[in-house]
């Protein structure tokens, strides 16, 4: 939501917006841009599909086309019912750019209408749409519970419906006029075949480099606190704590505010984050990574999904960050981890080195990076010549 936000102010004033939104939790995020929203259908997991990838034996999602095949990519009336969603939806709104971020089925629509396309993420959440197939991004995962070929046949038979040409590869579902990707190379899975240069991550980052903060800054969004043993850890650590904690309960934010916890309830400004902080908690989420990866602050990961693991393992192998598997005995293993990361002087260092080195990168903040990127093309469609 704050990369669409982020793309909205870019795009500027002569734009109305339109946002049709799986989940309306976040909605908020877009306030500035005064949109008319309305609910969009989501691309769930299919319960078989999820049990397959749940518990003992499961099978590790290996590639972004077996991601696909667990949301329905397998079922031709699936894709059917959500592409034809889209094309209703963007006809009646008079739609004359789009903007998706995780919605290829939009950009097949929008595809099949002649409306333009930008399409945004960070880079494990947009494959390139040049290749054959989607390579394996968890190269440990063999087993595959999709064939990839099939799925594309699916696709395939509602372009057709739609008058699209065939997809050349299932990968071409997230082609588009322009394509933004927002993270630091080092994170991009899809390096090696990328053929655009890839933009900073678009949240705000500190205007200083972290120094002498003492706090542990932990910033949970979902569900991490309702797994077994998290809010115990963070209970018992006898560390100066300040959190931002969007789905804990009451209950939670009174037992951790009793322990002696700050426990925000708003957003906290990153300069202030890294003034403060001397070590970041949270799920490894991409954006919270780069805030600490530019503000040099170690960081302690305890990933929720294998997007997040995927980040945060590419921060551990840079020596910045340490991931916790929330498996068995996560309440000894998260607390031991966030005390052994707050004193370690060797990962203070290599965060702040890392974070001089991206920011030497930057010749301009995001935002007008984000801006030089999309305006020529919103130049295009305002004219007509788009």
Request: proline share 7%.
């Amino acid at each position: 939501m704050v990369r669409l936000a982020r793309l909205g102010q870019a795009l500027g004033p002569r734009f109305g917006f339109d946002a049709a939104v799986v989940s309306r939790a976040y909605e908020g995020e877009l306030r500035a841009l005064d949109p008319w929203v309305c609910s969009a259908p989501g691309l769930h997991y299919v319960p078989e599909h999820l049990a397959r990838r749940q518990g003992p034996g499961r099978v590790l999602t290996a590639t972004w086309g077996e991601y696909l095949g667990d949301l329905g990519f397998d079922r031709v009336e699936r894709i059917r019912d959500v592409v034809g969603w889209w094309r209703r939806t963007l006809l009646e709104r008079g739609t004359a750019l789009l903007v998706a971020d995780y919605a290829p089925l939009a950009q097949l629509a929008a595809r099949s209408l002649g409306i333009a396309c930008v399409v945004t993420s960070q880079g494990y959440g947009l494959p390139p749409a040049h290749l054959p197939t989607f390579p394996a991004v968890h190269p440990e995962a063999s087993a595959r519970l999709h064939d990839e070929a099939r799925l594309l046949d699916n696709v395939n038979q509602v372009a057709r419906d739609i008058g699209l040409p065939p997809l050349a590869g299932l990968p071409e579902v997230h082609r588009a006029d322009l394509s933004l990707v927002h993270t630091f190379g080092f994170l991009d899975p899809y390096r090696s075949w990328r053929h655009e240069r890839c933009l900073p991550p678009v949240n705000d980052y500190s205007s200083v480099l972290a120094s002498d903060g003492d706090e542990v800054f932990v910033y949970f969004s979902t569900e991490e606190l309702d797994r077994p043993g998290v809010l115990e850890a963070l209970e018992r650590l006898r560390l100066p704590r300040r959190g931002v904690l969007l789905r804990a309960t009451p209950e939670m934010r009174a037992r951790l505010a009793a322990s002696g916890m700050v426990v925000e309830t708003a957003p906290v400004p990153v300069d202030l984050i890294a003034r403060r902080s001397r070590l970041l908690l949270h799920a490894g989420q991409h954006g919270m990574l780069s805030v600490g990866l530019l503000a040099g602050l170690p960081q302690v990961a305890l990933p929720q999904n294998l997007e997040q693991l995927f980040h945060a393992q590419r921060a551990e192998a840079a020596g910045v960050a340490r991931v916790v598997i929330a498996k068995e005995d996560v309440e000894q293993r998260l607390a031991d981890a966030v005390s052994a990361m707050y004193g370690d002087a060797s990962a203070r260092e290599s965060a702040g080195r890392m974070a001089a080195s991206l920011r030497a990168d930057l010749d301009a903040t995001p935002r007008e990076l984000l801006a030089r990127a999309v305006l020529p093309l919103a130049e295009q469609v305002l004219s007509g010549s788009r």
